[in-house]
């Protein structure tokens, strides 16, 4: 070796594939380590530049390993040794910051970003609408009782509706449901006190309907408002907007662990009690569509098919909202523009202005 070269630390060698070691020194030439047997002037046994080592982190006092191309490993408790001949040969100065600099990883980050972006425009709805088709009637009855269960253990109170007046509702509610896809059949109309959400009502994938306390008694007397409201959640399972909320959720999910990795059990919450919070929440188009469908299945069961509309008027009326503050969930539409729309396909089928 040249004059030039300088010893490092003390420490022990491994050889290749061997499991004993022998002490050792690490010594230095420019930027090439190589060892040599304690206590010999023979020739290195192993070589290696910077370049080619790999030199093991350094975690407070545990010894460091440098494993040459080889495969032989040199350790040692010299940390400070170690860092003072890796600072001295690592490029430092604006050069070397400009080389560290990897514009490809910030075209790696753009590229992500973009895929995310374009499977949620494109790929996603269209996975949805598969994995709506080819979802099994259990699947969906399985989301629904997740939901259901998750709201009443959260939210919901037991019903105080009399029985006479809940038997007085679900009659009416069947003469409109008859009209349905699914008919009276396919649903099922659940009373609940509604806790913090007040007067509402929802659907769940599998044709369970909720309707809470506080809405009827906002009605009053008026059970074509009620009905209305109950004729707009069939049009949402008729549509399976519920369904494909929790499977938009589900992809969103998806989209995240692909961006920031694993996110442990977001699939099984979505798919069970996440679905609760995304049943009571639909898109602009989706609540127009359910809004249409109101109007269509109550004229048909020769009800007053804008009764819906009629609920948004109240509505208004009992939060104390304008038409373009009052909306049940901020993805909602404003009411004034769903009431014109209802009108406007109430005309349509016949039905001329009170």
Known sequence: MASDEKHIALGRWHPPGASKSVPALLLAEGKTLYVKLEGEVADPVTVGDLARLEISDRIGRVPRRITFPDGSMFETADNEALDGWIGRHRRT???????????????????TFLLAGGIYRYALPALVEVAVLVTPPAATEMMAAGALNTLDKAVFKDTKLPEARQKEILAAFHQVADFSSRGRAGYTLNFRGGGVIGPNAFALPDGNLVITDELIEMAGTDMDMIIGVLAHEIGHVEEEHSLRQVYRAAGMAGLIMLIAGDIGTAAEDVLTGG????????????????????????????????????????????????????????????????????????????????
């Open 93 to 111: 100065g604006v050069v070397h910051k400009l080389e560290a600099f990897h514009p490809r990883l910030i075209a790696f980050v753009i590229a």
């Open 275 to 354: 679905a609760a919070l995304m049943t009571m929440s639909h898109s602009r188009s989706a609540e127009n569509e359910a809004d249409r469908i109101s109007v269509e299945l109550m004229a048909k069961a020769g009800r007053d098919p804008r009764a819906v509309g009629r609920f948004f008027e109240k509505l208004e009326q009992e939060l104390g909202l304008d038409g373009d503050e009052a909306s049940l969930l901020s993805t909602h539409p404003p009411t004034a523009e769903r009431r014109e729309a209802i009108e406007a396909r109430a005309r349509e089928l016949g039905f001329p202005p009170k």
